[in-house]
C-alpha cells in the first residue's frame, strides 16, 4: 500500500512539473501527459501491470469531472465570451469541414474577380436548406441531424459555386490542379498511411495469453503508439513529395508564402 501512495505521489508531482514544462515550452500538456502514460504503462519503461478496465473507466470519469468542473470554474466568462459563439458553430462544423474549406475557395475566386454577391446569394441558399433539414430531420431524429444539414448546407454552396464559376468567369481557374491534384495525394497519402501501419502492426507484436489459454500476437501500446507516429511521418512525407511532383502547387502559390521564391527555386518550380 505505502508503494503504490509513493507511486502516486511520484506521478503527480511529474505531473505538475510537466504542466509548468509545457507552459515554458509552448508544448499541450496533453502531449506530456501522453507520454508520461505510455512511460508508467505496461509497455513502456517501468511495465506497471494494469488490466482492470472497469477501475480505469471509474477513474477517468471521476477525473472528466474533475477537468469540466475546474475548466468551468476555472475560465472567467470575459475571457470566454468572445470565443462562445465561435466555439457552439465549430462543433456543429467538423462534419462538414471539407466543403467549408472548398467553398471558401471559390467564394474567394468569385470575390476576386469582382463578384461580391454571388457568394452571398449562394451562401443564403444553402441556409435555406439547413433550415429546412433542421426543422424536419434534427426534429424526427434529434440532434444527429444537424451535421446532415450542415453537409446538405455547404455541399449545395460548393456546387452552386462551381455552376457559377464556370458561367460568369471569362478565365476562370482549371479545376484539374485547384481539387483533383490535391485529392490524388491526398488518397496516396491515405494508402501510404494504411501500409505503413498495417506492416508495422504485424512487425511490432508481442505474444499474449488470452482468457481461452491460447497464445496469439497482439500489438502492444508502445508498438501501436509507434506505428501510428511513424504513418502519420510517412503520409505527411508522401502528400509533400507527391503535391511537388504532380504540380499540385505552383510557383504563385508559393509566393505567397514567407521566402516563397527561394522555396520555389528550390524545389524547380
Known amino acids: 500500500m505505502e508503494s503504490i501512495l509513493l507511486l502516486c505521489a511520484v506521478v503527480i508531482v511529474i505531473c505538475i512539473v510537466a504542466s509548468r514544462l509545457s507552459q515554458r515550452l509552448g508544448v499541450p500538456a496533453l502531449l506530456l501527459f501522453l507520454a508520461l502514460g505510455m512511460l508508467f504503462g505496461s509497455d513502456g519503461l517501468f511495465r506497471i501491470p494494469f488490466d482492470n478496465f472497469e477501475a480505469a473507466e471509474r477513474i477517468c470519469s471521476v477525473a472528466l469531472i474533475f477537468i469540466m468542473f475546474y475548466g468551468g470554474f ?22 462538414a469541414t471539407p466543403f467549408v474549406c472548398m467553398v471558401l475557395v471559390c467564394n474567394s475566386v468569385l470575390q476576386a474577380h469582382g463578384f461580391i454577391n454571388l457568394p452571398v446569394i449562394v451562401m443564403v441558399l444553402g441556409g435555406i436548406v439547413k433550415i429546412v433539414n433542421n426543422y424536419n430531420l434534427v426534429g ?13 448546407c455547404f455541399g449545395l454552396a460548393l456546387v452552386l459555386d462551381l455552376v457559377v464559376i464556370t458561367r460568369v468567369i471569362p478565365n476562370r481557374p482549371r479545376l484539374l490542379p485547384i481539387f483533383v491534384k490535391p485529392a490524388i495525394a491526398s488518397a496516396i497519402m491515405g494508402g501510404a498511411a494504411w501500409a505503413v501501419y498495417g506492416l ?3 512487425i511490432l507484436t508481442a505474444e499474449q495469453v488470452n482468457e481461452a ?42 509566393a505567397l508564402m514567407p521566402k516563397g521564391d527561394k522555396l520555389a527555386r528550390l524545389l524547380r518550380l
Do not use: C, H, Q
Open 140 to 152: 424526427a431524429i434529434g440532434i444527429a441531424g444537424a451535421p446532415v444539414g450542415n453537409i446538405l
Open 200 to 202: 508495422l502492426s504485424r
Open 74 to 95: 476555472g475560465t472567467r466568462w470575459e475571457a470566454a465570451r468572445p470565443a462562445a459563439a465561435r466555439a457552439v458553430v465549430l462543433s456543429t462544423l467538423g462534419v
Open 213 to 254: 489459454g491460447e497464445t496469439i500476437r497482439v500489438v502492444s501500446r508502445m508498438g501501436n503508439a509507434l506505428g501510428i507516429f511513424l504513418a502519420i511521418a510517412v503520409a505527411g512525407v508522401v502528400y509533400l513529395v507527391l503535391v511537388v511532383a504532380i504540380r499540385a502547387i505552383s510557383k504563385d502559390d508559393l
